[in-house]
């Protein structure tokens, strides 16, 4: 689920991160970040669900233009679109769910078929899908289809475990908390690296939903009672942070390169 060894040079053109623990990290609050930032803004902030996904998708749109049309992995403009990416996708679930009263068993279903046709056409053109060599247009594509709708079948997975299923806030977390561990577990033991990434990166989602909501719902509905605002800004402090030092480092190899 990570890799240990140093990039090579003709991995500089790749347009995603190294899969390393700050990944995941980030990842990880990326996804509380989407649930929680999409409750403030709709709720606590007034903009209202439809106000909300306007602005949301349109700030989407323009940072996956600027994404595309970069030549090589930059940090602040990759993780820009994965939160946005994670604030529209808990828009779409929420769409779905609350708007149109779609059973969370049917959406779940619904985005865990669409998810496994855009592999399938992924892998059917692409003969791959590792994110380690995502540097044509096309598999960029492919891509950020598939993180769109890992985010969207993550949130409605989320909730269907935490609220229809009953699970509750804690206890969801910490199931999907366990699932993760267990995916880690086969891969140092030898699994596919590809399949448990991909595996592991569904996870992160329902777990960052679940633990988005522990920490800002109301005691007395089974959460920690932080509110959506505090959670939202904690949580987007630490990403500016591990972001800006991966900016960082990317700059200075991108030197050390230069002098070479």
Known sequence: MNTLTMPSTSNWLNKVPEVTLSFWVI????????????????????????????????????????QLRTRRYTPWIYWLSVVLVSVVGTQITDLLTDGLGVSLYVSTSAFAVALAGIFAVWFWVERTLSIHEIFTRRRELFYWSAILCTFALGTAAGDLATEAIALGFTWGAMSFGILIAITYAVWRMGGNAVLTFWIGYILTRPFG????????????????????????????????????????????????????
């Open 209 to 260: 939903a679940a633990l988005g909501d522990l920490l800002t719902q109301a005691k007395a509905y089974g959460g920690l009672g932080m509110g959506a605002m505090w959670t939202s800004a904690l949580f987007l402090t630490v990403i500016v942070m591990l972001v800006a030092v991966a900016q960082f480092s990317v700059g200075n190899r991108m030197n050390a390169q230069a002098v070479e």
């Open 27 to 66: 990842k990880i609050m990326s996804t509380t970040v989407g649930e929680t930032g999409a409750d403030f803004l709709a709720v606590n902030a007034g903009f209202g669900q439809s106000m909300t996904r306007t602005v949301m998708g349109a700030l989407l749109a323009v940072a996956l233009i600027i």
